[in-house]
């Protein structure tokens, strides 16, 4: 009925459809394998809408998803809870007093720091535990002031309420609907831009309330700022002595303990928590020192304190919030969502990589938008992920998002009892907390250069977006740094048949194959060939063609749409995704973290039967150029491989590279060559040997191997002849055999040459080459370890 609708409306509508009959009549015509004929059927627009209709354990997961906690609640366990408990002590004694500063960054009162860290952990529990940030915190600064300004009836906390729900919603709404792959737009460069530019404007932005100086406003361009700083340092008062030597002391107490770390290195853990808690120690003892000096003159302080902070939850309720108030920050929406998720979204996949686990960045996205629509009941304004506190939970021995729990108890704490202790700290003391945190965002000239290796233009972004912060605001950085998503297809091998007429080509040794695209040779050597197919037939080939794993363990993946900062994340996560279910961990022994042996039967009993991994081809056919981003994802990747296949190391090869810049690229990575592998730790053993295998051509001219096999063609195909006619020539198969082969290789030897670069031996000039090389490394360690006794890996 459809199908005749459809063709009534064609006609009223003028279009041409194809004949019915004349795929089949085609296919009769010119097949001479009728009984194992394939028509490659065309896609239809139901089957597009069917893969994007999820079903119901699509949907079931969906819903799981949105409650992490269900994937690890089952597993906890005494230990667990030790190292949450320690993180969380730990992270609760940090956030306190920054969360306080960066308050007063977002022109609000300190207490509203401590309610949007108390939000940032009740509400949802994530690896990443959100928090207020000092880049958030200045561009939610300059949004409130710029807004005051033109309607000053509005309250400071009223407009930072209305930025998070009005942003956090936005994000909430990506998340729910599954986009967050679009934070993959943002490339690499972009990041160190943005933090670098922040690292220069937010301290100077600090330095006058360090050092006391109020005669000049410091929301103005950081320029501006940085030329008034030396022209009123005569204005400095006695605030540069409280602000100057908390700073001191911060990188005093950092350098001290990590050199004590190198020194005595079975104490480093301690040392650890003494530099993580410097923050904690030096705004304690310079509100010692303030409340000995002002303790008398509560009303006319010798230099400026914080003052009255509210006991509890004072600014609780429903936040104010109109359309008016919405339009006067609707222009800074974007950079302010941008800046919720440039930071989360990395911070979280890096640890993700670290602990072996996979992010999902719309779920991210969620964890943002619930924590920022809520937050403002409470009082919180925007926050996001913080990555040196999220260094110090992962560092601190955290097992499980119960650790923000915990550090929720600790702000707690401090919101109902330490209250009247916070009227004593220095905002000098704060405002150098502020510097010292945020000045190691600094890129380093080290990464500088690597970006330069990898791709020069991309550095050009860099300085642009650090200069566009320096002479304008973050916000713009942001705009002048920023295919979208693709994955590749994992191959396969397969082996066919040319087919013309009746025969197959090459079937009779006879016939000259050159007048059909191929070589003059051995007939039955050219018989059958074999090609790389997509294992799930994604791109139509015939599903009843069986396409054969490469080799245990060997994976050969090609890039679709090229391989660029949009992409790299999710085609590389497809990648670890599809890798980790078809293989096990080489040591499934070994756990990272106390407890987790909880899981390990039910992962190795999940394991039987698979290899481990042994090598990753990768399929370069149709990318011509890579970025900064793209390689980095690279590089995190291989690491994160490295990690699961030790002690083995995976080898990676590239086949059917066309660009000398992508060449040089991974070259700057680290790729192309062998990976030295020692047999164990101490290296006491010689590294393993690795095969090279190159691929040869003939030198072209009259001086060729080909030229020289014309001269001798008579002598050459009287070999052939007796090879396959023994019984007739008189000579033996074996005899002409060896004869052929050994004048042809004295020929080859003398006049073939490398067509590839063989100092990069790992970068190959077709899949052939490339899945020779990894099998032929892989079988020389298996041979090595079982010549030291040690079975290979399955």
Not at 98 to 123: C, K, T
Not at 127 to 149: C, E, F, H, M, Y
Not at 353 to 364: A, K, L, M
Request: proline share 6%; charged share 20%; with cysteine.
């Amino acid at each position: 009925m459809g199908s005749r609708a459809g063709n009534a409306l064609a006609k009223v509508l003028g279009i041409k459809l194809p004949e019915p009959g004349e795929t089949e009549e085609l296919l009769r015509e010119e097949s001479v394998l009728s009984t194992g004929s394939f028509a490659e059927e065309p896609p239809t627009s139901a089957e597009w809408l069917r893969e994007l209709v999820p079903d119901r354990t699509a949907c079931v997961n969906y819903v799981t998803s949105l409650f992490p906690f269900v994937n690890w609640v089952g597993y906890y366990n005494l230990k667990w809870f030790t190292g949450d408990l320690v993180a969380g002590i730990t992270v609760g004694a940090v956030v306190v007093p920054q969360g306080m500063a960066y308050a007063i960054l977002a022109n609000l009162a300190s207490e509203f720091g401590l309610y949007s860290s108390f939000m940032g952990v009740i509400i949802y529990c994530s690896d990443a535990p959100l928090r207020p940030v000092a880049v958030l915190s200045t561009v939610v600064g300059n949004i409130v002031a710029r807004t005051r300004d033109q309607f000053p009836q509005y309250e400071p906390h009223h407009i930072a309420s209305a930025v998070a729900i009005v942003s956090g919603s936005i994000v909430l709404f990506i998340g729910l609907v599954r986009l967050g792959w679009m934070i993959d737009i943002i490339p690499l460069t972009s990041l160190p831009a943005f933090m670098t530019g922040s690292a220069i404007t937010i301290p100077v932005g600090q330095i006058p309330s360090m050092m006391g100086m109020t005669e000049f406003p410091t929301r103005e361009a950081p320029y501006l700022v940085i030329i008034n700083i030396p022209k009123h340092l005569g204005d400095s008062k006695i605030d540069a002595a409280m602000g100057l030597t908390a700073l001191s002391l911060l990188y005093v107490i950092r350098a001290a303990c990590s050199y004590a770390a190198r020194r005595w290195p079975a104490r480093q853990w301690t040392f650890f928590f003494l530099s993580t808690l410097r923050t904690a120690f030096v705004i304690m003892l310079y509100t010692m020192i303030s409340w000995l000096v002002n303790r008398t003159r509560r009303g006319d302080p010798l230099f400026k304190i914080l003052g009255e902070v509210p006991r509890g939850f004072q600014d609780a309720g429903v936040p104010k919030i109109d359309t008016t108030l919405i339009r006067s920050f609707a222009s800074d929406l974007p950079a302010t969502v941008i800046v919720l998720v440039i930071k989360h979204i990395p911070i979280s996949k890096s640890f993700g990589r670290v602990n072996n686990y996979t992010i999902d960045p719309s779920q991210e996205f969620v964890a943002i938008g619930v924590t920022n629509v809520l937050a403002p009941f409470l009082g919180g304004y925007p926050s996001t992920v913080s990555f040196s506190r999220t260094a110090i939970k992962s560092k601190a021995g955290v097992r499980t998002p119960f650790a923000g729990v915990i550090t929720c108890i600790v702000v707690l704490l401090a919101i109902h009892a330490l209250t009247s202790v916070f009227f004593y700290i220095p905002n000098a003391s704060l405002s150098a907390v502020i510097i010292h945190t945020v000045g190691d965002l600094i890129t380093p000239p080290d990464t500088v250069y690597r970006f330069w290796l990898v791709s020069p233009l991309e550095v050009f972004m860099f300085f642009l977006g650090v200069l566009v912060t320096v002479f304008s605001s973050i916000k713009d950085d942001i705009y002048a740094t920023r295919i979208l998503r693709g994955r590749g297809r994992f191959l396969g091998k397969v082996k066919i048949h040319s087919v013309i007429g009746d025969h197959i080509i090459g079937e009779d040794h006879r016939e000259i194959l050159g007048k059909y695209g191929t070589f003059d040779a051995d007939a039955r050597k050219t018989a059958a060939r074999n090609v790389f197919l997509p294992i799930d037939h994604g791109d139509g080939s015939n599903p009843q063609v069986e396409v054969d794993n490469p080799y245990p363990g060997i994976f050969i993946y090609r890039f679709l749409e090229g391989f660029n900062y949009p992409n790299a994340a999710h085609s590389l996560e497809y990648l670890c995704e599809y890798i980790f279910k078809r293989t096990h961990r080489t040591d499934m022994e070994t756990h990272e973290k106390l407890g987790d042996p909880s899981k390990a039967a039910a992962e190795r009993h999940a394991a039987e039967g698979r290899p481990t991994l042994k090598a990753v081809t990768l399929d370069f056919s149709s990318v011509n150029n890579i970025d900064i981003t793209s390689v980095q994802r690279l590089i995190d990747v291989r690491n994160q491989l490295d990690r699961y296949a030790a002690p083995d190391v995976v080898d990676w090869h590239f086949a059917c590279i066309n660009n000398r810049w992508t060449k040089r690229a991974l070259a700057a990575a680290g790729f192309g060559y062998r990976t030295v592998h020692e047999t164990n730790a101490d290296q006491r053993h010689p590294p393993r040997r690795r095969k090279s295998i190159f691929s040869v051509a003939e030198i072209g001219g009259s001086d060729s191997a080909a030229a020289m096999a014309e001269k001798e063609e008579g002598r050459i195909d009287r070999i052939t002849d007796a090879i396959f006619d023994d019984g007739r020539g008189g000579v033996s198969a074996a005899g002409g055999r060896d004869a052929y082969g050994e004048q042809m290789e004295a020929i080859v030897q003398r006049k073939g040459v490398a067509v590839a670069g063989v100092n990069r031996p790992l970068f190959h000039v077709d899949l052939t080459n490339a899945l020779q090389s990894a099998i032929a490394n892989v079988e020389a360690r298996e041979g090595e370890d079982m010549e030291e006794g040690k079975m290979p890996s399955p």
